[in-house]
């Protein structure tokens, strides 16, 4: 295949958004839209460039872990001169340029591959890809004569005959470098925009005998552009309802889709169910046989197979292994490992906890900091105490152990195998294997007091 590489045009100032984020790097799905485009591209094995403009300063820090060349359009004079600035990147006369907008975040990989593909077999020197749309406003229109390409005509340079035409332009096309390095500066900005127009190079092209393929597709949703927040949440609709789409094509039951956000790159075990009013986000994992409960919020955790999370978890960078039941209302904050068949019930919080194998911990409780030995029963309203004001510390129990309810664990504590903590002590001491501890105040019984008090004791 020919070498061909992408150049993304991002030098607008989105000023629709009103938005001190750069437009491109709002999410859609979970995911900045440059980015939902550059994962096509890595998925396609392209190599990818963008333009950036006032921008740039801003999108070079989002963008300063991947690999992409960056150029600057520091006037933004139109798409053409945007492609003008980026003349580096396809100086390569040898090979191919696709040019795309930023802010198409609902592309899928086999539009630009089925592109592409059209692109080398009609052996084009420029290809145009256009679709049909009840909705043409907005959109450059395209026109064929005898089914051959003619023009692009803007929508501000459009009269009234020629915006009846619904062939419009998305705004990807593919050039051979060769006739980007030569005829870009042939484009005027004699226009209603008096900007330099990347549409009017396919009609120089053209006419210097240069074969010039319209390539259509019927897939409008793919194209969707964003502009504003009203288009950017319609986006994410789109993208949302795509995810849970391919979810329940592979075996999940989600029930009243319509309330439930999957975000991308979420993966889901068959035969998991999935109740109204759940949100999935941030690559999670969850296993199969799994029940998510109304309510639940899972962020960039992993939930193993036969989980149930009960209504109203909130589980954010946790592992909980397979076999386990959380919730309701659980709350599983980063670094929570748990290990198979833990059960961890209502207003049970979680925060760099490791709870092995058989672990329970089912009320009302705070498990900070610690590790928790397999088989350990943690009783309602017990309290690592892992702060002491300036630093964290950690607590240790072993396995097989007993602690009641109530008990404050101030750490850094050690409690021993098989040992028990009796109910309402507060443990400032290690604990060895196989003791009883108790720290509560021995329990007073006054007879009679309430009468000594002259208060009543019989109706
Ligand atoms: C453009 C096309 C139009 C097409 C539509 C599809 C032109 C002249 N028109 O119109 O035919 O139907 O896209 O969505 O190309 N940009 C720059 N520098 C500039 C101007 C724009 O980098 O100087 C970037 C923008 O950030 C954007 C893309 O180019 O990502 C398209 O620009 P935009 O102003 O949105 O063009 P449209 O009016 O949508
Ligand atoms: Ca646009």
Not at 27 to 36: A, D, S, Y
Not at 151 to 172: R, T
Request: with cysteine.
């Amino acid at each position: 295949m020919q070498e061909i590489k992408w150049l993304i045009l991002a030098a607008g100032e989105g000023k629709r958004m009103k938005s001190a984020t750069p437009k491109v790097f709002h999410k859609v799905g979970g995911i900045p839209i440059f980015f939902r485009i550059l994962n096509t591209a890595k998925k396609l094995n392209i190599k990818a460039g963008a333009v950036f403009g006032k921008n740039i300063e801003k999108a070079k820090k989002y963008v300063k872990d991947v690999q992409i060349n960056i150029f600057e359009q520091t006037e933004r004079l139109g798409t053409a001169h945007a492609v003008m600035c980026a003349k580096e990147f396809y100086a390569d006369e040898n090979g191919y340029t696709l040019i795309t907008p930023g802010d198409i975040p609902l592309i899928e990989k086999n539009d630009i591959e089925n592109f592409i593909k059209f692109t080398f077999k009609r052996d084009a020197d420029a290809t145009i890809l256009a679709f049909r749309t009840n909705n043409p406003k907005g959109y450059g229109r395209v026109f064929e004569i005898d089914g051959e390409f003619f023009n692009i005509i803007e929508e501000k340079d459009a009269n009234e005959e020629e915006k009846q035409n619904n062939l419009v332009n998305s705004g990807i096309y593919i050039f051979k470098n060769s006739l980007l390095l030569e005829y870009l500066k042939e484009v005027s900005n004699n226009n209603a925009q008096n900007e330099y127009y990347l549409t009017d190079l396919p009609y120089i092209l053209k006419h210097k005998g240069y074969s010039i393929a319209v390539f259509k597709t019927s897939e409008e949703e793919n194209f969707y552009g964003v502009n504003d927040r009203k288009q950017l949440s319609k986006a994410d609709s789109i993208a949302i309802k795509r995810n849970i789409g391919k979810h329940m094509d592979n075996g999940i039951t989600i029930y009243q889709p319509e309330t439930v956000r999957i975000e991308d790159d979420v993966e889901i075990g068959k035969d998991t169910i999935i109740y109204p009013g759940v949100i999935i986000e941030a690559r999670s994992k969850i296993g199969k046989n799994c029940i998510i409960k109304s309510g639940s919020i899972i962020i960039g955790s992993k939930i193993g197979a036969n989980t149930s999370i009960l209504e109203y978890s909130h589980i954010e960078g946790a592992e909980v292994s397979s076999n386990c039941s959380i919730g309701p209302f659980a709350r599983l904050r980063p670094g929570t490992v748990t290990e198979e068949k833990v059960k961890i019930g209502n207003f049970v919080e979680t925060k760099k906890a490791v709870l092995r194998e058989g672990v329970k911990s089912s009320h009302l409780t705070y498990l900070g900091d610690c590790e928790i030995g397999e088989n350990s029963n943690i009783g309602a309203g017990t309290i690592t105490c892992n702060y002491d004001g300036e630093k964290k510390h950690k607590t240790i129990i072993g396995k097989n152990c007993f602690i009641g309810s109530d008990t404050q664990l101030v750490a850094p504590v050690k409690i021993g195998n098989f040992s028990y903590i009796g109910a309402g002590s507060t443990i400032t001491s290690d604990v060895p294997e196989c003791c009883l501890a108790l720290s509560r105040v021995k329990q007073r019984t006054i007879k009679d007091w309430p009468k000594k008090k002259g208060k009543k004791c019989n109706n």
